[in-house]
């Protein structure tokens, strides 16, 4: 049956199900996993690099930030899914943080940017000659109304806020994992600590390294400025060889 309402994605199947949305959904499930937590602090992301071969420069543009973006200022996000696709939705978010950045003379508020980008999702699954995005993000931002805020979105166009969420490969094993462990009052280590330990047991690798994972924190300095912080190779190794030990050690006991 599904094959005779799959081919659009503007028709409804007799069940009521847009098949091609659902395909893109199922496309995300088998990308590399990606984690965010909100914490008092600030907000992290991790994500699974999954490097397809030895010979990729992983210095290059496109290799070394596989699945975090920088949107605006106070807002960034990290993609799970087809990354040209994603790549498409981020110019879209930066144009948008831009414009209302010109009209108003300030930082667009997160919920609204991720609002309008939702809007535009939504409308590919609505008029014939298109496809839905294959692609779901996760958007960390911070303005002065709401202060810390965790968003997620999927090709539907539907999004919500989360405390902490996961997207990708095995994605349903990861959120178990951050409902049992989430706490409202962890400090940033203690986030860093939790998205650490989901990779660990959503990724192949058996041990974490900074060719296989990308964290990225969004913080707030001096004078409510919002900071970005991508961890390079050399800051994140020692976090990562911390972990695998501690690991290490609880599977011993």
Excluded at 62 to 85: F, N, P, W
Excluded at 116 to 126: F, G, L, N, V
Aim: hydrophobic residues 35%.
């Amino acid at each position: 049956m599904a094959k005779r309402y799959d081919s659009r994605t503007t028709i409804f199947s007799p069940e009521g199900r847009l098949h091609q949305v659902e395909y893109a959904i199922e496309a995300i499930s088998q990308a590399g996993s990606c984690v965010a937590v909100l914490t008092t602090e600030g907000v992290i992301l991790g994500a699974e690099k999954r490097i397809s071969s030895k010979l990729l420069d992983t210095k290059a543009v496109g290799v070394k930030r596989e699945k975090m973006y920088q949107i605006d200022s106070h807002v960034c996000c990290s993609i799970a899914g087809l990354t040209s696709d994603a790549n498409i939705l981020i110019n879209k978010c930066r144009l948008i943080a831009q414009s209302y950045l010109l009209t108003y003379q300030e930082p667009i508020p997160v919920d609204q940017l991720v609002r309008s980008i939702c809007d535009a999702k939504q409308s590919y699954t609505q008029f014939g000659g298109q496809r839905p995005f294959g692609t779901s993000l996760l958007y960390a931002g911070w303005d002065r109304i709401k202060g810390f805020q965790l968003y997620q979105s999927d090709p539907s166009g539907n999004y919500g806020g989360w405390k902490a969420t996961a997207i990708g490969s095995n994605h349903s094993s990861a959120s178990g994992i951050l409902l049992d462990d989430y706490k409202e009052d962890m400090s940033l280590e203690q986030g860093m600590q939790l998205v650490l330990k989901v990779l660990s047991k959503t990724m192949d690798s058996t041990t974490l390294s900074p060719e296989k994972v990308e964290i990225s924190t969004l913080t707030l300095g001096t004078g409510d400025k919002v900071q970005y912080k991508i961890y390079e190779e050399n800051e994140l190794r020692p976090k990562l060889d911390e972990f695998n030990q501690l690991a290490e050690t609880s599977k011993e006991k």
